[in-house]
């Protein structure tokens, strides 16, 4: 299982931003059941057609995986190594094999999981190519694709102009719109985390961070939830019984883990807080993205008029995802 292990953590591991994760492919998101039902029942069929397409492959990649675990090669590590990478590189060309054809008669989903494979490249061949995926994807309407165009148009510089800064903020605020707009919220988690501290080109702005956040835990996001109820190296400063209602939420989806924490939480209130957090509790409702619309577009515009006091830090970037290398390392 040490193999498999090692595959596991190299998948979810991603780009550093404190209190958002990067798995290779972010699920969906917790809203995406308030699609279009027709666009959800697309993406349905197509991560179905994918997955049917794949199976053989993953079954026969799995199995060799376990083999190795169990009986490595006799001859040293560095065979056992150079076999292991072989089995990788293998399994690589597959999954294309399998997901070009179907990438190439529209499948926004095989188009996300060939732009998984290749975002993790050292090749600027690799990085174009994931960029042009995504891009498709996401002019097909895919939430996802829209997410990872947050990302790359975040960090483009252009120049480095202010005005080139803040036009590549506005095209990431719209996807990041367009990502919710489809029940896909990590763009919107993106930005509230790029704009939290002074990283990511952004002047640090907490409170507007906290609008994101909050705006976003209104859908019933449980990332956000958890964000807001403590889950994260920034204080968003929420109320004791903002904290309460959150962790209420969680626990009614995820008992074991939250419920001791909720508990912990209302232990903390005092009998006023107690009465105000169950009438709060006992009033409060998911809200649909069309409901905190007018929202998003007043936090967009003041996002933007902050960004408008500096282009931000450019921290160095230590990982190879395409949005770190920008658009100049790209093919011309």
């Given amino acids: 299982m040490r193999v498999i292990a090692m595959l596991f953590v190299s998948l979810v591991a991603g780009c550093a931003t404190p209190g958002a994760p990067e798995p290779a492919l972010r699920p969906q998101a917790d809203g995406l059941a308030r699609q279009a039902p027709s666009h959800l029942d697309d993406l349905k069929?197509?991560?179905?057609?994918?997955?049917?397409?794949?199976?053989?492959?993953?079954?026969?990649?799995?199995a060799s995986l376990f083999a190795i675990d169990q009986e490595p090669p006799k001859s040293g590590a560095e065979d056992a190594d150079a076999h292991l990478e072989d089995?990788?590189?293998?399994?690589?060309?597959?999954?294309r094999l399998v997901l070009e054809p179907l990438a190439a008669r529209g499948s926004s989903e095989a188009m996300m999981r060939l732009a998984s494979d290749l975002r993790d490249g050292s090749s600027p061949d690799d990085w174009a190519r994931w960029l042009s995926l995504v891009t498709r994807a996401s002019q097909?309407?895919?939430?996802?694709?829209?997410?990872?165009?947050?990302?790359?148009?975040?960090?483009?510089?252009?120049?480095?102009?202010?005005?080139?800064?803040?036009?590549?903020?506005?095209?990431?605020?719209?996807?990041?719109g367009r990502a919710a707009e489809g029940g896909n919220m990590w763009g919107i988690i993106s930005v509230a985390t790029y704009i939290a501290g002074d990283v990511h080109q952004y002047p640090a702005n907490l409170p507007l961070a906290r609008r994101l956040m909050e705006l976003c835990a209104r859908?019933?996001?449980?990332?956000?939830?958890?964000?807001?109820?403590?889950?994260?190296?920034?204080?968003?400063?929420?109320?004791?019984?903002?904290?309460?209602?959150?962790?209420?939420?969680?626990?009614?989806?995820?008992?074991?883990?939250?419920?001791?924490?909720?508990?912990?939480?209302?232990?903390?209130?005092?009998?006023?807080?107690?009465?105000?957090?169950?009438?709060?509790?006992?009033?409060?409702?998911?809200?649909?993205?069309?409901?905190?619309?007018p929202e998003w577009r007043d936090i967009q515009r003041d996002i933007a008029r902050h960004g408008e006091t500096s282009a931000g830090v450019l921290d160095d970037c230590t990982t190879s995802k395409p949005w770190c290398r920008g658009r100049s390392t790209l093919p011309q």
Wanted: charged share 30%; aromatic share 8%.
């Fill in 219 to 293: 859908t019933d996001s449980s990332f956000c939830q958890e964000v807001l109820a403590g889950g994260s190296s920034y204080d968003y400063g929420q109320s004791p019984t903002e904290v309460h209602l959150w962790l209420s939420r969680l626990a009614a989806r995820a008992p074991v883990r939250f419920a001791p924490r909720r508990d912990l939480a209302w232990s903390r209130l005092t009998v006023e807080e107690r009465v105000a957090a169950e009438r709060i509790e006992e009033a409060w409702r998911p809200a649909p993205w069309s409901e905190l619309r």
């Fill in 45 to 62: 069929r197509q991560r179905a057609e994918v997955e049917d397409a794949l199976r053989p492959l993953e079954a026969a990649h799995t």
């Fill in 87 to 95: 089995l990788l590189r293998a399994h690589r060309e597959g999954r």
């Fill in 140 to 176: 097909l309407g895919d939430p996802l694709a829209h997410d990872e165009l947050v990302r790359w148009y975040w960090h483009q510089r252009g120049d480095g102009s202010i005005e080139q800064v803040q036009a590549n903020r506005a095209i990431a605020l719209a996807f990041a």
